[in-house]
């Protein structure tokens, strides 16, 4: 077990360059079965859950160099169709391995998927999509086999839930497919948006990019494609949260303006200014920011939803910032009815925090944290606590930080780089 040890209160701010989207590569890594040529992918962070898909992708036959952020795949054989159960238990992404080898194979072999314990994340978006599409599942509770006995065969399907992972696994399984598929209540976020890009550099022809509805014109061969990821959306919030808690100025490099608006408007409403510019976002320091509130003297609700709403990802560090803001606000998690109890952390640490239920807590701010020792539930509940920590008074103890750097690229390097006194120990 890896843990961070932080002495609090130590932050010069700064820049800090933010990585490729980890949500992006994950489903192009899959993606790349598709075809037996090489794809090149640039600026891919080098993080636990890439390497786990890289991992799997080699036990299935793929072939890769990755260095300096260049990833050269090729698959030119696929040598199995049956992803392992201890691979598949690593991370949530695994599953979609499963529409790239139906295509290619015409069978694919997945156990349940691993991932962050932040509640019920169902998949029932993803048996629909491949099994309308023409695989035929075979029944098994422990165990996910699809078999398609001709081909796949575009369709209308509509999703019952904006799910991120079902939309890429529809992606890539129609894209493959005889026909036209028109999905429905797509998700627009824009990793999603980057992985339909790059299959349409391979050969695919899938339009509505970006909006709830996507038609995918299906393609009978993929060619090899070079193609640079797009930066990490919520690693940039991240260190803008970081910012805006602490009280200094972080400018985070890298970014492209119009996935930040909500979050600007989010920080509007908690006092905190950002400046969005053509590839750069910065937080001015020397900021007392103060939670303003609705119409008529309300409390403020912050709520997340699918894109372009304030993503999930990002609650957690927003409610960190909030605990440094002056006012009351609330916190409504729709998406996930385990990710709040993060904050019994930080009650622990003397944030003035009530938890209302499973999704939805009130802050009130601002409060002086001390440090304690804690455990990372989850990446981004990990992020936040590493936040509490720098905000704090005395030294804080993060264990398992192996899951924080599931999704966060040099997190040492970077936080010190912010002047941030943090160092990595094995217990």
Excluded at 66 to 78: K, M, Q, Y
Excluded at 127 to 139: P, R
Excluded at 290 to 311: A, T
Excluded at 396 to 415: C, M, P, Q, T
Aim: contains cysteine; proline residues 4%.
């Amino acid at each position: 077990m890896e843990s961070l040890i932080v002495q609090g209160k130590c932050i010069q701010g700064g820049k800090v360059s933010v990585s490729g989207n980890k949500n992006a590569v994950l489903p192009m890594i899959a993606a790349t079965l598709l075809t037996g040529e090489t794809v090149t992918l640039r600026n891919v962070p080098d993080i636990l859950d890439v390497r786990t898909m890289l991992d799997i992708a080699r036990s299935l036959g793929a072939e890769y160099t990755f260095a300096d952020h260049v990833l050269t795949i090729r698959t030119a054989t696929v040598r199995t169709s049956t992803v392992g159960r201890a691979e598949c238990a690593k991370n949530r992404t695994s599953i979609l391995f499963a529409s790239a080898l139906v295509a290619r194979t015409g069978e694919a072999i997945l156990y349940p998927p691993g991932g962050d314990v932040i509640g019920r994340r169902r998949l029932d978006g993803h048996f629909y999509g491949l099994t309308k599409l023409g695989a035929e599942m075979i029944e098994d509770p422990d165990v996910y086999h699809f078999k398609v006995k001709q081909s796949l065969r575009g369709r209308e399907l509509f999703l019952d839930e904006c799910s991120v992972t079902a939309t890429e696994q529809i992606l890539i399984a129609a894209s493959a497919a005889e026909g036209t598929t028109t999905l429905y209540n797509a998700a627009g976020e824009p990793h999603v948006c980057d992985l339909a890009n790059m299959l349409n550099q391979m050969g695919a022809d899938i339009s509505g990019i970006g909006s709830n509805t996507l038609v995918i014109h299906g393609k009978s061969s993929f060619h090899g494609v070079d193609y640079t990821v797009v930066s990490d959306h919520i690693e940039a919030g991240s260190f803008l949260a970081l910012g805006a808690a602490a009280g200094v100025g972080v400018t985070v490099t890298g970014t492209t303006p119009r996935h930040y608006w909500m979050l600007r408007r989010v920080f509007e409403r908690m006092g905190i200014e950002v400046i969005l510019k053509s590839n750069e976002i910065v937080l001015p320091g020397g900021q007392t920011p103060e939670i303003v509130c609705d119409y008529g003297g309300h409390i403020p609700q912050i709520s997340d939803g699918p894109w372009p709403q304030f993503p999930s990802d990002m609650m957690s560090c927003t409610i960190v910032a909030a605990t440094q803001c002056r006012g009351t606000m609330m916190f409504f998690e729709k998406m996930f009815e385990s990710r709040i109890y993060f904050a019994d952390r930080l009650i622990s640490m003397g944030a003035n925090a009530i938890v209302c239920d499973p999704h939805r807590v009130v802050i009130r701010g601002p409060v002086a944290l001390h440090g304690i020792e804690m455990t990372s539930p989850d990446i981004r509940a990990g992020m936040a606590m590493v936040i509490a920590a720098i905000c704090a008074r005395g030294e804080s103890k993060i264990n398992h930080a192996e899951i924080i750097y599931r999704g966060y690229e040099n997190l040492v390097e970077k936080l010190t780089g912010l002047g941030v006194d943090i160092r990595a120990c094995r217990d």
